[in-house]
């Protein structure tokens, strides 16, 4: 089985220090804590980055320090969001893809999102793709529900994305797909066989889903922007936490962790 690829999800945009005191808002918090993260085992941290106030920003000059502060840092593989929050406008998601970073996320559809919707047309969809595909930057192609599967490889078959595909299964939003593991079995079947995967539960979902993953071969996503606590009750002091729970749970089973130049080369990541 190939080394696992843990993906550090620092921020997110939903999740406030009123929340989860120890969350991370400026750059260069962020950046120490990507910094940490990757010491401990993580390849890939994915990054939301916050205004000067903490709420939510898909600014360009932001992102831009977040990866300046992390590249200072260390060489793991920087991963901006262009989902943002949900009600960020098509342009402003598409911000950070002016970085050409390596790797971006894409997400492959609209669905019930809580008490909202997130929303991305297949215009919007087509457009991230081509954008993506011009820059050389490898998609993670986020999937909330089964019909964003089909979504991206129509985008494959058409020329957008290239093979293979790496998905990213985020499961347990309310209003999307359930984080039950048939759930995820039945998602991982639905995908090309060449393609690579990781899984990304929300709140509770988090912990089983990673190591259904692990075992299955599959990647595994941990992090504040999905999950606040440690275990029942008790809030992670830190992502790092979380980071080393996965690490030691791998190792325990013969699974060895992945640097970020091997996660490179599993995900066909250009210049790798």
């Given at each position: 089985?190939?080394?696992?690829?843990?993906?550090?999800?620092?921020?997110?945009?939903?999740?406030?220090?009123?929340?989860?005191?120890?969350?991370?808002?400026?750059?260069?918090?962020?950046?120490?804590?990507?910094?940490?993260?990757?010491?401990?085992?993580?390849?890939i941290v994915?990054?939301?980055?916050?205004?000067?106030?903490?709420?939510?920003?898909?600014?360009?000059?932001?992102?831009?320090?977040?990866?300046?502060?992390?590249?200072?840092?260390?060489?793991?593989?920087?991963?901006?969001?262009?989902?943002?929050?949900?009600?960020?406008?098509?342009?402003?998601r598409m911000?950070?893809?002016?970085?050409?970073?390596?790797?971006?996320?894409?997400?492959?559809?609209?669905?019930?999102?809580?008490?909202?919707?997130?929303?991305?047309?297949?215009?919007?969809?087509?457009?991230?793709?081509?954008?993506?595909?011009?820059?050389?930057?490898?998609?993670?192609?986020?999937?909330?529900?089964?019909?964003?599967?089909?979504?991206?490889?129509?985008?494959?078959?058409?020329?957008?994305i290239e093979?293979?595909?790496?998905?990213?299964?985020?499961?347990?939003?309310?209003?999307?797909?359930?984080?039950?593991?048939?759930?995820?079995?039945?998602?991982?079947?639905?995908?090309?066989?060449?393609?690579?995967?990781?899984?990304?539960?929300?709140?509770?979902?988090?912990?089983?889903?990673?190591?259904?993953?692990?075992?299955?071969?599959?990647?595994?996503?941990?992090?504040?922007?999905?999950?606040?606590?440690?275990?029942?009750?008790?809030?992670?002091?830190?992502?790092?936490?979380?980071?080393?729970?996965?690490?030691?749970?791998?190792?325990?089973?013969?699974?060895?962790?992945?640097?970020?130049?091997?996660?490179?080369?599993?995900?066909?990541?250009?210049?790798?």
């Amino acid at each position: 089985m190939e080394k696992l690829i843990i993906t550090a999800a620092l921020t997110g945009a939903e999740v406030t220090r009123e929340q989860q005191p120890n969350l991370s808002l400026t750059p260069q918090e962020i950046a120490d804590e990507a910094y940490e993260c990757y010491k401990a085992g993580v390849s890939i941290v994915h990054v939301h980055a916050r205004d000067k106030n903490g709420n939510p920003s898909q600014d360009f000059e932001i992102y831009k320090e977040i990866s300046k502060k992390i590249k200072e840092k260390c060489d793991v593989i920087f991963q901006p969001s262009t989902g943002g929050a949900v009600w960020h406008s098509f342009e402003e998601r598409m911000q950070p893809l002016k970085l050409n970073p390596e790797m971006a996320t894409l997400s492959a559809g609209t669905c019930n999102f809580g008490d909202d919707i997130f929303v991305n047309s297949k215009e919007y969809i087509e457009k991230f793709a081509l954008e993506m595909k011009n820059r050389g930057i490898k998609p993670e192609i986020e999937v909330f529900e089964r019909g964003m599967i089909q979504n991206a490889i129509n985008l494959n078959k058409n020329g957008l994305i290239e093979s293979p595909m790496h998905f990213d299964f985020v499961m347990g939003v309310p209003g999307a797909i359930p984080g039950n593991i048939d759930d995820l079995v039945y998602m991982v079947n639905k995908i090309p066989e060449d393609a690579t995967w990781t899984v990304a539960g929300i709140g509770r979902f988090e912990l089983s889903l990673a190591v259904h993953a692990i075992l299955m071969g599959g990647h595994v996503r941990v992090g504040f922007e999905d999950n606040i606590y440690y275990k029942k009750g008790e809030k992670a002091l830190s992502n790092v936490q979380l980071v080393e729970r996965i690490v030691r749970i791998s190792k325990e089973i013969g699974r060895e962790i992945a640097t970020p130049d091997e996660a490179r080369k599993i995900l066909n990541i250009k210049g790798s």
